[in-house]
Protein backbone atom coordinates (compact mmCIF):
# COMPACT_ATOMS: atom_id res chain seq x y z
CA UNK A 1 0.00 0.00 0.00
CA UNK A 2 1.40 3.55 -1.23
CA UNK A 3 1.57 6.61 1.11
CA UNK A 4 -0.85 8.53 -0.09
CA UNK A 5 -3.10 5.44 0.10
CA UNK A 6 -2.38 5.08 3.60
CA UNK A 7 -2.97 8.91 4.34
CA UNK A 8 -6.50 8.79 2.87
CA UNK A 9 -7.07 5.44 4.77
CA UNK A 10 -6.23 7.24 7.70
CA UNK A 11 -8.47 10.22 6.84
CA UNK A 12 -11.41 8.78 5.97
CA UNK A 13 -11.55 6.38 9.49
CA UNK A 14 -10.70 9.63 11.61
CA UNK A 15 -14.20 11.21 9.17
CA UNK A 16 -15.56 8.24 10.86
CA UNK A 17 -14.72 8.20 14.18
CA UNK A 18 -16.44 11.45 14.45
CA UNK A 19 -19.60 9.69 12.94
CA UNK A 20 -19.24 12.15 9.59
CA UNK A 21 -20.77 11.25 6.84
CA UNK A 22 -19.96 11.59 3.34
CA UNK A 23 -23.17 13.83 3.10
CA UNK A 24 -22.21 15.82 5.90
CA UNK A 25 -18.71 16.65 4.50
CA UNK A 26 -20.55 17.52 1.10
CA UNK A 27 -22.98 19.77 2.67
CA UNK A 28 -20.17 21.85 4.87
CA UNK A 29 -17.68 21.75 1.83
CA UNK A 30 -20.78 22.89 -0.72
CA UNK A 31 -20.17 20.34 -2.99
CA UNK A 32 -22.14 17.01 -3.86
CA UNK A 33 -22.00 13.87 -2.55
CA UNK A 34 -20.91 12.08 -5.38
CA UNK A 35 -17.92 14.64 -5.75
CA UNK A 36 -16.80 14.00 -1.79
CA UNK A 37 -16.59 10.60 -2.67
CA UNK A 38 -14.36 11.19 -5.62
CA UNK A 39 -12.00 13.55 -3.87
CA UNK A 40 -11.54 11.07 -1.11
CA UNK A 41 -10.62 8.27 -3.55
CA UNK A 42 -8.10 10.45 -5.93
CA UNK A 43 -4.61 10.29 -5.81
CA UNK A 44 -4.21 14.19 -6.60
CA UNK A 45 -5.45 15.74 -3.84
CA UNK A 46 -4.51 18.92 -3.46
CA UNK A 47 -3.42 20.29 0.23
CA UNK A 48 -5.81 22.90 -0.11
CA UNK A 49 -9.12 21.06 -0.33
CA UNK A 50 -7.10 18.67 2.17
CA UNK A 51 -6.87 21.44 4.52
CA UNK A 52 -10.87 22.24 4.29
CA UNK A 53 -11.50 18.98 4.97
CA UNK A 54 -9.86 18.65 7.88
CA UNK A 55 -11.06 22.43 9.01
CA UNK A 56 -14.72 21.74 8.73
CA UNK A 57 -14.41 17.94 10.27
CA UNK A 58 -12.21 19.47 13.20
CA UNK A 59 -9.46 17.34 12.28
CA UNK A 60 -5.36 17.78 13.01
CA UNK A 61 -3.49 17.51 9.77
CA UNK A 62 -0.91 15.79 11.65
CA UNK A 63 -2.99 13.60 13.92
CA UNK A 64 -4.01 12.21 10.52
CA UNK A 65 -0.68 11.92 8.90
CA UNK A 66 0.68 9.98 12.39
CA UNK A 67 -2.49 7.54 12.38
CA UNK A 68 -1.73 6.47 8.84
CA UNK A 69 2.15 5.96 10.12
CA UNK A 70 0.66 3.68 12.55
CA UNK A 71 -1.16 1.96 11.04
CA UNK A 72 2.20 1.10 8.55
CA UNK A 73 4.30 0.85 11.73
CA UNK A 74 2.13 -1.07 14.09
CA UNK A 75 3.71 -4.16 12.45
CA UNK A 76 6.40 -5.49 14.53
CA UNK A 77 10.01 -6.15 12.62
CA UNK A 78 11.84 -9.54 13.97
CA UNK A 79 15.48 -10.63 12.41
CA UNK A 80 16.29 -14.18 11.99
CA UNK A 81 18.82 -16.01 14.45
CA UNK A 82 21.62 -15.35 11.58
CA UNK A 83 20.72 -11.72 11.06
CA UNK A 84 21.05 -10.91 14.94
CA UNK A 85 23.74 -12.55 15.27
CA UNK A 86 25.64 -11.12 12.38
CA UNK A 87 25.15 -7.31 14.61
CA UNK A 88 25.63 -8.58 17.99
CA UNK A 89 29.14 -9.75 16.81
CA UNK A 90 29.77 -6.31 15.45
CA UNK A 91 28.83 -3.49 17.59
CA UNK A 92 29.51 -0.68 14.94
CA UNK A 93 27.62 -2.56 12.31
CA UNK A 94 24.88 -2.55 14.94
CA UNK A 95 24.79 0.93 15.36
CA UNK A 96 24.81 1.76 11.72
CA UNK A 97 22.17 -0.70 11.22
CA UNK A 98 20.30 1.25 14.32
CA UNK A 99 21.03 4.53 12.55
CA UNK A 100 19.54 3.53 9.46
CA UNK A 101 16.47 2.54 10.66
CA UNK A 102 15.92 5.61 13.03
CA UNK A 103 16.10 7.45 9.32
CA UNK A 104 19.19 8.56 8.54
CA UNK A 105 20.70 8.51 5.51
CA UNK A 106 24.30 6.54 4.97
CA UNK A 107 25.21 10.11 3.48
CA UNK A 108 24.07 11.85 6.96
CA UNK A 109 25.82 9.01 8.84
CA UNK A 110 29.39 9.75 7.45
CA UNK A 111 28.73 13.53 7.75
CA UNK A 112 27.95 13.71 11.91
CA UNK A 113 29.94 10.03 13.08
CA UNK A 114 33.48 8.97 12.49
CA UNK A 115 32.92 6.37 9.87
CA UNK A 116 34.63 6.49 6.91
CA UNK A 117 32.80 6.41 3.28
CA UNK A 118 34.66 2.98 2.66
CA UNK A 119 33.96 1.52 6.08
CA UNK A 120 29.88 2.74 5.74
CA UNK A 121 29.94 0.98 2.42
CA UNK A 122 31.09 -2.30 3.82
CA UNK A 123 28.28 -2.63 6.16
CA UNK A 124 25.77 -1.19 3.72
CA UNK A 125 27.34 -4.28 1.61
CA UNK A 126 26.83 -6.46 4.59
CA UNK A 127 23.58 -5.84 5.45
CA UNK A 128 22.36 -6.39 1.83
CA UNK A 129 24.09 -9.26 2.12
CA UNK A 130 22.28 -10.24 5.01
CA UNK A 131 18.85 -9.29 3.73
CA UNK A 132 18.40 -6.35 5.97
CA UNK A 133 17.94 -3.73 3.24
CA UNK A 134 18.02 -3.42 -0.11
CA UNK A 135 21.00 -1.47 -1.57
CA UNK A 136 20.35 0.64 -4.76
CA UNK A 137 22.19 3.44 -6.61
CA UNK A 138 23.78 5.83 -4.89
CA UNK A 139 23.41 4.16 -1.46
CA UNK A 140 20.07 4.46 -1.52
CA UNK A 141 18.58 2.47 1.20
CA UNK A 142 15.22 0.27 1.65
CA UNK A 143 14.37 -1.77 4.17
CA UNK A 144 12.94 -4.83 3.59
CA UNK A 145 9.98 -4.96 5.83
CA UNK A 146 8.73 -1.23 7.52
CA UNK A 147 7.72 -1.81 11.41
CA UNK A 148 8.98 -1.54 14.41
CA UNK A 149 12.33 -3.30 15.07
CA UNK A 150 12.18 -5.70 17.96
CA UNK A 151 15.45 -8.42 18.80
CA UNK A 152 13.97 -11.48 20.29
CA UNK A 153 14.75 -11.58 23.85
CA UNK A 154 16.57 -15.01 23.91
CA UNK A 155 18.34 -13.86 20.26
CA UNK A 156 21.88 -12.82 20.61
CA UNK A 157 21.02 -8.86 20.45
CA UNK A 158 18.28 -9.16 23.03
CA UNK A 159 20.35 -10.78 25.44
CA UNK A 160 23.98 -8.76 24.70
CA UNK A 161 21.28 -5.68 25.32
CA UNK A 162 19.24 -6.54 28.37
CA UNK A 163 22.49 -7.37 30.05
CA UNK A 164 23.69 -4.15 29.62
CA UNK A 165 20.31 -3.17 30.63
CA UNK A 166 20.70 -5.15 34.01
CA UNK A 167 24.07 -3.72 34.50
CA UNK A 168 23.52 0.24 33.77
CA UNK A 169 19.62 1.56 33.47
CA UNK A 170 18.86 1.08 37.46
CA UNK A 171 22.34 2.03 38.41
CA UNK A 172 22.22 5.63 37.84
CA UNK A 173 20.56 8.61 40.08
CA UNK A 174 17.27 9.77 38.74
CA UNK A 175 16.46 13.55 38.57
CA UNK A 176 13.31 14.95 39.30
CA UNK A 177 12.69 15.65 35.32
CA UNK A 178 13.45 11.53 34.85
CA UNK A 179 10.91 9.40 35.60
CA UNK A 180 10.51 6.09 37.95
CA UNK A 181 7.86 4.50 39.75
CA UNK A 182 7.90 1.19 41.70
CA UNK A 183 4.77 -0.73 43.50
CA UNK A 184 4.41 -4.27 45.47
CA UNK A 185 0.84 -5.52 44.61
CA UNK A 186 -1.11 -8.43 45.26
CA UNK A 187 -2.60 -8.99 41.36
CA UNK A 188 -4.08 -11.67 39.59
CA UNK A 189 -2.82 -13.34 36.44
CA UNK A 190 -5.76 -12.71 34.26
CA UNK A 191 -5.50 -8.47 35.42
CA UNK A 192 -1.36 -8.84 34.78
CA UNK A 193 -2.37 -9.91 31.42
CA UNK A 194 -4.57 -7.05 30.62
CA UNK A 195 -2.31 -4.78 31.85
CA UNK A 196 0.47 -6.10 29.56
CA UNK A 197 -1.55 -5.65 26.89
CA UNK A 198 -1.98 -2.16 27.94
CA UNK A 199 1.61 -1.41 28.61
CA UNK A 200 2.29 -2.82 25.10
CA UNK A 201 -0.18 -0.32 23.40
CA UNK A 202 1.81 2.82 25.49
CA UNK A 203 4.97 1.75 23.78
CA UNK A 204 3.61 1.38 20.49
CA UNK A 205 2.64 5.01 20.93
CA UNK A 206 5.54 6.05 22.38
CA UNK A 207 7.98 4.60 19.49
CA UNK A 208 5.30 5.94 16.61
CA UNK A 209 5.47 9.69 18.48
CA UNK A 210 9.59 8.79 18.39
CA UNK A 211 9.48 8.17 14.94
CA UNK A 212 6.90 11.06 13.95
CA UNK A 213 9.63 13.43 15.61
CA UNK A 214 12.14 11.85 14.14
CA UNK A 215 10.88 12.60 10.52
CA UNK A 216 9.74 16.33 11.03
CA UNK A 217 12.84 17.07 12.61
CA UNK A 218 11.95 17.95 16.34
CA UNK A 219 14.57 18.49 18.97
CA UNK A 220 14.88 15.25 21.09
CA UNK A 221 16.77 13.44 23.60
CA UNK A 222 18.06 10.13 23.84
CA UNK A 223 15.60 8.45 26.40
CA UNK A 224 15.65 4.45 27.87
CA UNK A 225 12.34 3.29 28.48
CA UNK A 226 11.65 0.39 30.40
CA UNK A 227 8.49 -1.81 31.30
CA UNK A 228 8.62 -4.52 33.48
CA UNK A 229 6.82 -6.29 35.85
CA UNK A 230 7.51 -9.86 38.00
CA UNK A 231 6.91 -11.67 41.06
CA UNK A 232 9.10 -9.62 43.65
CA UNK A 233 8.98 -9.50 47.21
CA UNK A 234 11.31 -6.99 49.59
CA UNK A 235 13.96 -9.56 51.22
CA UNK A 236 12.32 -8.02 54.87
CA UNK A 237 9.20 -8.88 53.92
CA UNK A 238 10.30 -12.69 53.81
CA UNK A 239 12.08 -12.70 57.19
CA UNK A 240 9.49 -13.86 59.16
CA UNK A 241 7.72 -16.69 57.59
CA UNK A 242 4.59 -18.52 57.31
CA UNK A 243 3.68 -21.92 59.28
CA UNK A 244 3.16 -24.49 57.78
Not at 14 to 36: F, H, M, P, Q, T
Amino acid sequence: MSQIDQFLNSLKRSLKAKNILYRDLAKALGLSESSVKRILSNKSLSLERLEEICRVADLSFSEVVKSANLEEASQVVTLTDEQEKALAENARLLHYYMMLQEGKTPQKIEREYQITSSESKKYLFQLDRLNLIELHPRDKVKFKRQGFLRFHRDGPVGKALFEQTKASYLNYDFRTEDYIRFSLLKISPPSLAKYKTKLERILIEMQEEARFESEHNVSVVDTGLLLAFRPWQYSYMGAIKKKE
